[in-house]
C-alpha cells in the first residue's frame, strides 16, 4: 500500500477502536500521507458495534469506503469481523482477533454455554480470505501483563502492510495511550509486528466439547465506585454490594462467562477468565505456528 488505500477498522464499544484508528491515523500521517478518518460510536459504547473508516493516499478528498474496497479490515472481536468481510476487496487482507464478545442475548443457554453466535472457523476464512491473520490478541497481551493491550498486537500486524517507518509508529503508540501503559502497548506491538503469525489455514478443528469449568471473577475494590450496574445486570445474580458500596462476587460458581458485568462497568473495575480449554490450546498453537 505504498501509494495509500483504505483501512476499515471494526469492534465493539470498550475495546479502544476509535483510538486505535487515532494511532493509525498519526503513523500514516507522520509516514507522510495525506489521512482523512471518519467513525460512528454512538450509543454502540461499551459492548455495541463501533467501526472507523480511513482512507489515505498523496492527497483523500473522504474518509469514506464501500463495499468491497478496504485494503484491509482490522477487526478487534470476532463477530464483527464476519460482519464486515464484505467492505475487503479481493486480495485485501483481513487482521482479526478470535476474541468472541457474546452479547447475552445469543446465550441460548448460559449453563451449558450453547451460544447463538458464529463460532471460530479459521479453516473457513482461509477459504474467503487467504490473506487471513488471526490471533488471540487478547491473550497475546495478557501474557504481556495487561489484555486490554489486545489492539496494539494488531496494529503491529497492521504495521508490516504499510509503507511507514517503525520509528513512527511505535512514537504514535506512545503519545496515544494512556500513560501509564505505554510500556506493554509497545511490547504488544512489536509482538505483533515480529510475531510471525502463521496463516489461517494451518489451523485445525477443535477438540470436541467438554464441561465448561467455572470462570474467574476478578474485582479491584480501589476501582469500584458502587454504581450497582454491575449487580443490576447479573443474568446469575452473582454479585452484590457489600457494606463499604463495592461489588463483590458472592455467587461466583453460578458465574457462566457471559462478560456482561466486564462491558458494562464504568470503571473497568470488573475482569471475567475464562480458563483455558482444549479448543483455546488447540488455536494458540495454531495461531503461533
Known amino acids: 500500500m505504498a501509494e495509500g488505500g483504505g483501512l476499515l477498522l471494526v469492534g465493539v464499544g470498550g475495546q479502544g477502536v476509535i483510538m486505535a484508528s487515532g494511532l493509525v491515523a498519526s503513523a500514516l500521517i507522520a509516514g507522510g500521507y495525506d489521512v482523512k478518518q471518519s467513525e ?4 454502540a459504547q461499551r459492548g ?3 467501526f472507523s473508516h480511513l482512507r489515505f493516499g498523496p492527497e483523500v478528498a473522504s474518509p469514506l469506503l464501500s463495499p468491497g474496497s478496504a ?3 482490522v477487526a478487534f472481536e470476532w463477530g464483527e469481523a464476519l460482519r464486515w468481510l464484505s467492505y475487503l476487496r479481493p486480495g485485501g487482507t483481513l487482521v482479526a482477533s478470535v476474541e468472541r464478545i457474546v452479547p447475552p442475548a445469543s446465550c441460548a443457554d448460559r449453563r451449558t454455554w450453547d451460544l447463538g453466535y458464529p463460532a471460530v472457523d479459521r479453516g473457513a476464512i482461509a477459504a474467503w480470505v487467504p490473506d487471513a491473520r488471526l490471533v488471540d490478541a487478547r491473550a497475546v497481551a495478557g501474557s504481556l501483563g495487561n489484555a486490554r493491550a489486545a489492539n496494539s498486537v494488531l496494529l503491529g500486524i497492521l504495521s508490516t502492510m504499510l509503507e511507514v517507518p517503525e520509528e513512527a509508529w511505535e512514537a504514535a503508540v506512545a503519545a496515544g495511550v494512556p500513560p501509564r501503559t505505554v510500556d506493554v502497548n509497545l511490547r504488544a506491538f512489536r509482538v505483533g509486528r515480529t510475531g510471525g503469525l502463521a496463516p489461517a489455514g ?5 477438540a470436541p466439547p467438554v464441561p465448561r469449568p467455572v470462570p474467574s471473577i476478578e474485582i479491584t475494590p480501589a476501582w469500584c465506585k458502587g454504581c450497582d450496574v454491575c449487580v443490576r445486570f447479573c443474568p446469575e445474580r452473582c454479585l452484590a454490594l457489600d457494606g463499604d458500596l463495592k ?4 455467587q461466583p460458581s453460578l458465574c457462566t462467562g ?3 458485568c466486564e462491558l458494562l462497568c464504568p470503571d ?8 483455558a480449554l482444549p479448543e483455546d490450546r488447540a488455536a494458540e498453537v495454531a495461531t503461533r505456528g
Open 268 to 275: 473497568f473495575a470488573i475482569e471475567i477468565t475464562r480458563p
Open 247 to 250: 461489588a463483590v462476587a458472592v
Open 71 to 73: 485494503d484491509a479490515v
Open 40 to 43: 460512528v460510536h454512538g450509543m
Open 258 to 260: 457471559c462478560r456482561l
Open 202 to 206: 494451518t489451523w485445525s478443528p477443535p
Open 48 to 50: 455495541g458495534v463501533v
